[in-house]
């Protein structure tokens, strides 16, 4: 199964952008998802998850302020980000959980 994201950019701090992940077939229904980040001389972090029951996890830093959400096919799986931060500046990459399936990954780049 292949993974696609999209819906990164360049936002001033404060504002917001929703990323989407969709994959060839329905992985998400059966497999949980995840997305990931890499900031610039760091290592790849979690930063949310969504179970194949549809729990959502969350890093503490992006609590509150991120929300990770699956459309009803299973096909697509988004990451809203509201109050974006400098310090959330990274890579940001799609994962379906279990699988070896990553997105390519899309860039987030916060000014402040």
């Known amino acids: 199964v292949q993974l696609q994201a999209s819906g990164g950019g360049l936002v001033q701090a404060g504002r917001s952008l929703r990323l989407a992940c969709v994959a060839s077939?329905?992985?998400?229904?059966?497999?949980?998802g995840a997305w990931y980040r890499q900031a610039p001389g760091k290592q790849r972090e979690l930063v949310a998850a969504v179970t194949s029951g549809g729990s959502p996890v969350y890093v503490d830093s992006v609590r509150g302020r991120f929300t990770i959400s699956r459309d009803n096919a299973k096909i697509t799986m988004y990451l809203q980000m509201n109050s974006l931060k400098p310090e959330d500046t990274a890579v940001y990459y799609c994962h379906a959980l279990g699988t070896a399936s990553w997105g390519h990954g899309t860039r987030v780049t916060v000014s402040s």
């Open positions: 077939g329905s992985i998400f229904s059966g497999n949980g």
